[in-house]
């Protein structure tokens, strides 16, 4: 049995995953979701293991802590070491199940790690550390375009901070 497989690349004219593969027909939009929900854990656990080692820290920086400061310290240890555990499940599940079986349907044959090791490479070259994240980001700035009141401003006082929202009714 033959299988071919195709190179990703990433097409900031496209628009991001959507242009990763040259796609006419959409049979690749599954595909492209599954390394999308991919990199939306790997964003997860890298955010998780930044509260970890905020809690760390904190821990290791202030000996003279409150029990109720240990408490929310161990609270959010433990709520970032799950977030991380079930993210790294769904990669797990994702990779070596619903990737190898659409990589199948597809014929791409069924090197789950040869197709991800591509799709970094991609991203490398576009210089983009998460695709999820940077369509994410390119969707809320779409967001803020079409909705300027929505953008907040933060106003910092010597004693406090606000925050607020355009007005829909001015117009600028």
């Known amino acids: 049995m033959w299988a071919y497989f195709i190179m990703p690349t990433y097409n900031s004219t496209t628009g991001g995953p959507m242009g990763m593969f040259n796609d006419k027909d959409g049979k690749f939009k599954r595909l492209e979701k599954i390394i999308l929900d991919i990199e939306k854990e790997k964003h997860t656990i890298s955010w998780a293991h930044t509260g970890i080692q905020s809690c760390l820290w904190n821990l290791e920086k202030s000996p003279n802590l409150t029990k109720f400061d240990l408490e929310l310290i161990a609270k959010d240890l433990r709520e970032n070491l799950n977030k ?12 070596y199940s619903t990737l190898k079986v659409e990589m199948g349907i597809l014929n791409l044959g069924s090197q789950t790690h040869a197709l991800l090791r591509q799709v970094e490479e991609m991203k490398e070259k576009a210089g983009i550390n998460n695709l999820w994240k940077h369509e994410e980001d390119k969707r809320l700035n779409e967001h803020f375009k079409k909705h300027p009141e929505d953008v907040g401003k933060l106003h910092i006082t010597e004693d406090s901070f606000t ?3 355009g007005d829909k009714n001015k117009k600028n």
Do not use: C, G, V, Y
């Open 84 to 95: 991380k555990e079930e993210a790294q499940a769904k990669i797990m599940e994702l990779q």
């Open 163 to 165: 925050f607020e929202f």
